[in-house]
């Protein structure tokens, strides 16, 4: 499943970009998106052998991990990608892009934010009920309201 969506934010890509590094954000992202408040966690940890890889953790308050990602592509001020897996019995393989790009036609200072999130589901019962169109609607909904969120928050 492929969820994507975007939205313009009247500031410009570089304090964009510092909203996005900052990973609090992500938990206010996340939270958005499953439609809870202040439950998770983003904390980044090094990779052994690997100094200049960075991984990041998504756990709840209670320390329970949801998912690793690891950063494939950090191309400042404009891009930054990850790959991970969200733990548990239903595993699911994440790839996240986040693409910022200037707004030229705003009037003011403005950054397009684009966000892609493709999630590969291991569980043939998972596949088959994200094939659904009402199960769609409302992760692609999830998904657009989170995003929707972030924009108040930057704003």
């Not at 439950?39 to 052998?49: C, D, I, L, M, P």
Request: some cysteine; glycine content about 4%.
């Amino acid at each position: 499943m492929i969820l994507e969506s975007r939205v313009d934010v009247p500031i410009p890509v570089d304090a964009a970009w510092e909203w996005f590094q900052d990973l609090s954000h992500w938990d206010f992202f996340f939270d958005s998106f499953y439609g809870k408040h202040d439950f998770f966690r983003h904390q980044t940890q090094s990779v052994e052998g690997k100094p200049n890889q960075v991984r990041v953790l998504l756990a709840d308050r209670t320390g329970k991990k949801h998912a690793l990602w690891d950063v494939i592509e950090w191309r400042r001020p404009n891009r930054m990608a990850f790959t991970g897996k969200q733990t548990g019995e239903n595993e699911v393989l994440l790839q996240m892009a986040v693409d910022l790009e200037p707004v030229p036609e705003a009037p003011k200072p403005s950054t397009r934010i684009r966000i892609r999130l493709d999630m590969l589901f291991k569980s043939r019962l998972l596949k088959m009920l994200c094939a659904l169109p009402p199960v769609k609607y409302i992760y692609r909904w999830q998904f657009a309201r989170a995003l929707q969120a972030v924009k108040f928050s930057i704003v």
